[in-house]
């Protein structure tokens, strides 16, 4: 049963600076990797995929990398600001049917101006 | 396009009633997917579905039922409400293809009391 886990549970850090968020998953036949935002009492954004075919997938100030064979995933986050404050869900999909999304309990990020 | 729309946003159930939580998407998504989300946890999944007329079950399905008649609807059905069914619940679609991104509604709080 693929199991996924983020670390650190939370985090809070000062504005401006860049930041890394662990996921890690234990089964590593997966299709791919999707890292989300949510925002308290609001659904989820979907911030980057990784396909597991790809090494790392980048959208402005966020840079996810994807490595199979170790079972982990980071996502980077550059000078950070008030406004990412969020928690981010990690997710995997096995490679038998990429559709079945298994989630990590999430990192609680604050960024504090 | 409105993306994964769910309604109602809110509700509060008694004991051993019933409900539908109802999720539209207009992107001609093939694949639907129906999660719950307890406090400080990731999501797990209830339910999901590849097209029109097909649907299985995922991690948690006990004390739930869906239908998938058309491609835009999937309704999830909560026939005996009890306690630990008070959760939100997320509905979200994909295309099926290439990717596979999911995206995801802005869900349904609901409390048994």
């Known amino acids: 049963k693929q199991e996924v886990t983020q670390i650190p549970a939370a985090l809070s850090v000062p504005e401006g600076e860049n930041l890394v968020l662990n996921c890690s998953f234990t089964d590593s036949a997966i299709y791919n990797l999707q890292w989300f935002r949510q925002d308290p009492g609001k659904g989820l954004t979907s911030l980057l995929l990784?396909?597991?075919?790809?090494r790392e997938q980048t959208s402005g100030r966020l840079n996810a990398s994807l490595d199979k064979s170790s079972g982990r995933s980071t996502l980077y986050i550059a000078a950070s600001q008030p406004g990412d404050s969020a928690t981010y869900l990690c997710?995997?999909?096995?490679?038998?049917?990429?559709?079945?999304?298994?989630f990590g309990e999430g990192t609680q990020l604050t960024v504090n101006p | 396009n409105a993306g994964v729309t769910q309604t109602p946003k809110f509700r509060i159930l008694k004991i051993g009633q019933s409900m539908t939580l109802q999720c539209t998407q207009d992107m001609n998504h093939n694949y639907m997917y129906w999660y719950r989300q307890d406090p400080g946890m990731g999501l797990k999944l209830i339910y999901y579905?590849?097209?029109?007329?097909?649907?299985d079950k995922g991690e948690v399905p006990n004390g739930y039922n869906v239908s998938r008649s058309t491609t835009e609807d999937f309704p999830l059905r909560l026939e005996l409400a009890a306690p630990s069914q008070t959760s939100v619940y997320f509905c979200?679609?994909?295309?099926?293809?290439?990717?596979?991104?999911?995206?995801f509604g802005p869900g349904t709080r609901l409390t048994v009391l």
């Open positions: 990784i396909q597991s075919s790809q």
């Open positions: 979200a679609s994909s295309p099926g293809t290439s990717k596979n991104e999911q995206f």
């Open positions: 579905s590849v097209g029109a007329g097909i649907t």
């Open positions: 997710a995997v999909s096995p490679s038998s049917s990429g559709s079945r999304l298994t």
